[in-house]
């Protein structure tokens, strides 16, 4: 009777131990000064609710602090982006703003002089000064992109669609990657407003830009989008998923501190359901992995 009693008051003094160190955690957590990450309705709606939810908690439990979304209005003026960031947090530890909104950033770092800050995308020829400012590596997209394409291509060509602003320089980054993994063929880039019809001779198709519609056509052709948009809810002739946001790039940006510059990869995902040949899967999952 002795012994279990012993035993209860062990257990008892246990429980309370970890009661007490998981409250000392939380208000650890609480107490330290947030990560705002700036953000609007569109992007929410295109990223998917649920996925913004989960990408913010994988967020904060890296860092372990919270993270606060700022939700501005796609339009908003400069300073009324610098006013929601400022009275999310009056001293935060630090704030990311996507490109689109760069001039809100200047706005805030002009009231927010000690504040770190982020701005995410836009391109290296993008003068920024003051800022840290993290350029999606679109060299290495382009070159998975390629090596992908291949193994979907086969003897028929991949199409590019783009907005038309890619450079010869990046076409021949995407080439490479093609000849790389075996494909002797040779891509056609096209801006998205083409009006294409031979798709008999396309074996794959890469779509990135305002081309985000083309998946929408129901051809089947193998697709590898270059999106911001929930995975799950593309067609499923989207094979690979290349995303830049800010919220997928977020923690390897902030590790990445203080640098002036960071490049980034996007992040990956292939659908395995959706990859029926035998071996595809895994040789996606080698190329992903290439930087």
């Known amino acids: 009777m002795l012994k279990f009693a012993r035993w209860k008051i062990i257990l008892l ?5 970890l009661l007490l160190i998981f409250g000392f ?14 953000t609007d309705i569109s992007f929410s709606q295109l990223y998917g609710p649920e996925r913004l939810e989960r990408e913010t908690r994988r967020i904060a439990f890296s860092f372990f602090r919270q993270v606060i979304q700022v939700l501005v209005d796609e339009g908003a003026a400069p300073e009324l982006v610098a006013i929601a960031a400022e009275e999310a947090s009056g001293e935060p530890w630090a ?10 950033a200047r706005r805030y770092r002009e009231a927010m002089p000690e504040a770190l800050v982020l701005v995410i995308g836009g391109s290296t020829s993008s003068a920024l000064g003051g800022f840290s400012a993290v350029f999606t590596d679109t060299r290495t997209d382009l070159y998975r992109a390629g090596m992908a394409a291949a193994l979907f291509t086969g003897e028929k060509r991949p199409l590019f669609f783009s907005d038309g602003t890619l450079s010869n320089e990046l076409r021949e980054v995407f080439r490479q990657g093609l000849a790389d993994n075996g494909s002797l063929s040779e891509p056609l880039f096209l801006n998205a407003a083409s009006n294409y019809s031979s798709w008999a001779e396309i074996g794959c198709v890469v779509v990135a830009g305002p081309a985000a519609a083309f998946a929408e056509q129901n051809l089947d052709i193998p697709i590898i989008l270059f999106s911001w948009i929930d ?32 490049f980034l990869p996007s992040s990956p995902t292939v659908f395995r359901d959706r990859i029926g040949e035998k071996g595809i899967y895994s040789k996606l999952e080698d190329i992903i992995r290439k930087k």
């Open 231 to 262: 995975p799950s809810l593309t067609p499923g002739t989207v094979k690979l998923v290349f995303d830049d946001s800010p919220l997928t790039q977020a923690v390897e940006a902030m590790r990445a501190m203080p640098a002036a510059e960071v």
């Open 25 to 38: 955690a939380l208000r650890v957590f609480f107490n330290r000064p947030p990560l705002l990450i700036i």
């Open 95 to 104: 704030v990311i703003f996507p490109y689109r909104y760069v001039e809100g």
């Open 13 to 17: 003094s246990i429980v309370i131990t």
